[in-house]
């Protein structure tokens, strides 16, 4: 199983972007995907979380600008980014929470599964 993220780039600010992040493999189920961040030289922190029912939540500093939504169908995900700031500035990466087939008892597996980074770079 792969997570593949795109969309990041260099944008000035309040512009916005969108990033996508697909899976792809063997996939039985997605269950949580979320996006993360992490700021040059800061911890990865949580921007936004959506479950398989279209559940969400988001990071106080980017509530009413980003919105996180999902494709079940195409097994990706998206962040919406509008009104971007300069600290906004981040490497950002998909998680997702995915069941697997396996060949021997129990039949499934879920982990936890990471995108590559894609910079997102705000200019002022």
């Known amino acids: 199983v792969q997570l593949q993220a795109s969309g990041g780039g260099l944008v000035q600010a309040g512009g916005s972007l969108r990033l996508s992040c697909a899976a792809s493999?063997?996939?039985?189920?997605?269950?949580?995907m979320a996006w993360y961040r992490q700021p040059p030289g800061m911890q990865r922190e949580l921007v936004a979380r959506?479950?398989?029912?279209?559940?969400?939540n988001y990071a106080d500093s980017v509530k009413g600008r980003f919105t996180i939504s999902r494709d079940n169908a195409k097994n990706t995900v998206y962040l919406q980014m509008n009104s971007l700031k300069v600290e906004d500035t981040a490497d950002y990466y998909c998680?997702?929470?995915?069941?697997?087939?396996?060949?021997?008892?129990?039949?499934?597996?879920?982990?936890?599964?990471w995108g590559q980074g894609t910079l997102v770079t705000v200019s002022s």
């Open positions: 998680n997702a929470g995915i069941t697997i087939p396996r060949s021997t008892y129990p039949l499934t597996s879920t982990n936890d599964y």
């Open positions: 959506i479950t398989s029912r279209g559940t969400t």
């Open positions: 493999g063997s996939i039985v189920s997605i269950n949580n």
